[in-house]
C-alpha cells in the first residue's frame, strides 16, 4: 500500500429540500385547507477516525464528497425525507486543516471518534405551517436552507508510542526491523527510508509502538534531503529514541545535527523525553566503543547505550529504557478481552 500523509479534499453538505404547496381535495369535506409538507434536511458532512488505516491514499483518487439534499415536502402533510449523513472515514491521528492550512479544524486521536464537520441544510416550510387565521390559503412555502461547502486538508500524524531520529544510515530501519513486525527497507546508501513506518514491540509483557522516519540532514528544516515533512509523524511520541552511528567520523557532530533540526522544527520535540544510543558497535572494538560513548554522553547530557541492531547487542536495554519513559500507559500483552473474534475493517 502507498502511503500518503496529506490530501487535499473538497466536502459539501446537503441543501435543505423545498416545502410543498397542496391543499385539501377530500369528497363530503366543505372546506379543505392547506396540508403541504416540510421539506426534509440534507446530510451533514461527518468524519469519523477507524482502525486499521495508516495512510490517506484513498483521498488521492477520490476528493470530493457530497452529501445528498433532502427531498421536498408532499401533500397530506407529509414531510420530505432527510438526506443521508455522509461519513469519511479517516486514519487515526489525521488533522483536518482549513485551506490555507493555518487553523486545525479537528483532530482525531481515538479510535472510533466521530466529529460532525459541515451540517446540512433544513428543510423549507411547506404552506401549512403559513395558515393564520387571516391567510386561510396560503401559498407560499421554503425553499430550504441552502448547503456548507469547504475545501480542507486532510494531515496524517502517525500515532506511536516512541519515534526514532538520528542522520540517513544510524540504524534505524534495522533496529525497526529486529525489534517489531515491520519490514522497513535497509541498504548501504542514504535515505533508504522514504516514509514513516511502524511496528509493535513486544517486551516484557509489555506493548507499544515505534515509528521509523526517514533520516534527517543539515538543513532539514529548509528542505534539505527529504526535508523535515515526516517529523509530524513524532510530535505525539511519549520519547524519542537518538541513534548515532559509531561509525561517523564525529558522533558529537552527528548528534547536534539532529537536535539542531529537531529545534528548528518546533512543536516541542526537543522537550521530549529520550534515549541516546550508539549503534553499530559490532564494527568497533570495546575500547572504541567506551571512548565514543563518553564523547557522545558529554555533549548529549543522557546516558548512552552501546547498540547493535544487526547483532542484537543492546537492544533489550534499549527497550526497557523505551518503556521506563513511556510509562504504564504502555499496553501490556494479553489486556484483550478474551474470546472476542477480531473484526476485518471494512470502509462502508
Known amino acids: 500500500m502507498h502511503f500518503l500523509d496529506q490530501a487535499k479534499i473538497f466536502v459539501r453538505s446537503g441543501a435543505g429540500g423545498p416545502g410543498a404547496v397542496s391543499f385539501r381535495r377530500e369528497k363530503y369535506i366543505e372546506y379543505g385547507g392547506p396540508n403541504g409538507g416540510n421539506g426534509g434536511k440534507g446530510g451533514d458532512i461527518v468524519f469519523e477516525a477507524v482502525a486499521g488505516l495508516n495512510t490517506l491514499i484513498d483521498f488521492r483518487y477520490t476528493q470530493h464528497f457530497r452529501a445528498p439534499r433532502g427531498h421536498g415536502g408532499s401533500g397530506q402533510n407529509r414531510t420530505g425525507a432527510g438526506g443521508d449523513d455522509l ?3 479517516v486514519p487515526l491521528g489525521t488533522q483536518v486543516l482549513s485551506e490555507d492550512r493555518e487553523e486545525v479544524l479537528l483532530d482525531f486521536t481515538q479510535v472510533g471518534q466521530r466529529e460532525l464537520f459541515l451540517r446540512g441544510g433544513d428543510g423549507g416550510r411547506g404552506n401549512a405551517s403559513y395558515k393564520t387565521s ?3 390559503t396560503p401559498r407560499q412555502h421554503g425553499d430550504g436552507w441552502p448547503f456548507q461547502e469547504a475545501w480542507v486538508w486532510l494531515r496524517l500524524k502517525l500515532l506511536a508510542d516512541a519515534g526514532l531520529v538520528g542522520l540517513p544510515n544510524a540504524g534505524k530501519s534495522t533496529f525497526i526491523n529486529a525489534v517489531t ?13 522514504t516514509r514513516p513506518q511502524l511496528g509493535v514491540v513486544r517486551h516484557k509483557q509489555r506493548e507499544f509502538v515505534v515509528a521509523d522516519i526517514p533520516g534527517l540532514i543539515e538543513g532539514a528544516a529548509e528542505g534539505a534531503g527529504i526535508g523535515d515533512r515526516f517529523l509530524g509523524h513524532i510530535e505525539r511520541c511519549r520519547v524519542l529514541l537518538h541513534l548515532v552511528d559509531a561509525q561517523d567520523d564525529d558522533v ?3 548528534y547536534r545535527i539532529v537536535r ?3 529545534e528548528n522544527y518546533g512543536a516541542g520535540l ?10 553499530k558497535i559490532d564494527t568497533l572494538d570495546d575500547e572504541l566503543v567506551e571512548a565514543l560513548s563518553a564523547e557522545l554522553a558529554e555533549i548529549s547530557g543522557a546516558d548512552v547505550i552501546p547498540l547493535s541492531g544487526a547483532a542484537g547487542t543492546g537492544v533489550d536495554w534499549v527497550l526497557d529504557k523505551l518503556i521506563e519513559a513511556i510509562g504504564p500507559e504502555a ?3 494479553g489486556d484483550e478481552d478474551e474470546g472476542e473474534e477480531a473484526v476485518e475493517w471494512s470502509p462502508v
Do not use: M, W
Not at 270 to 279: C, E, G, I, R, S
Open 331 to 333: 499496553g501490556k500483552v
Open 181 to 193: 513486525n515491520a519490514q522497513a527497507k535497509v541498504g548501504e546508501y542514504a535515505f533508504t527510508t
Open 260 to 262: 539542531d533540526e529537531l
Open 134 to 136: 387571516t391567510n386561510r
Open 270 to 279: 526537543t522537550d521530549k523525553p529520550f534515549v541516546v544510543a550508539l549503534n
Open 252 to 254: 558529537a557532530e552527528s
Open 87 to 89: 461519513i469519511i472515514k
